[in-house]
């Protein structure tokens, strides 16, 4: 079993994925039959976290969570904790 090309689109929707990090890579595979046998192996899907994210990428984020529910939640969770560890708080000031 070793490394595959990226699933369709279609193939990854609603499957549970199971995520290995080795060697500073990140790698997701199928956890459950018949995606696991059809794909049998691990495709690449990122590296070491950056230090901070570009806002193009947070831009391009927030517009998919407007058709991604999934994402928005998980957006959501992401913005409460920053507030929860100490972030500041969104204001009205227009300075």
């Known amino acids: ?9 279609d193939a990854l929707a609603g499957e549970a994925l199971i995520y290995e990090r080795a060697n500073g890579r990140v790698y997701a595979k199928f956890r459950d039959q018949p995606r696991s046998i059809d794909y049998p192996g691990r495709w690449y899907i990122g590296g070491e976290p950056q230090e901070s994210i570009s806002y193009d990428l947070w831009r391009d984020l927030f517009s998919m969570a407007d058709k991604k529910p999934q994402l928005k939640k998980q957006l959501e969770k992401t913005v409460n904790l920053y507030y929860l560890l100490g972030g500041k708080e969104k204001t009205n000031d227009r300075r």
């Open 1 to 9: 079993m070793g490394e595959i090309q990226r699933p369709p689109a």
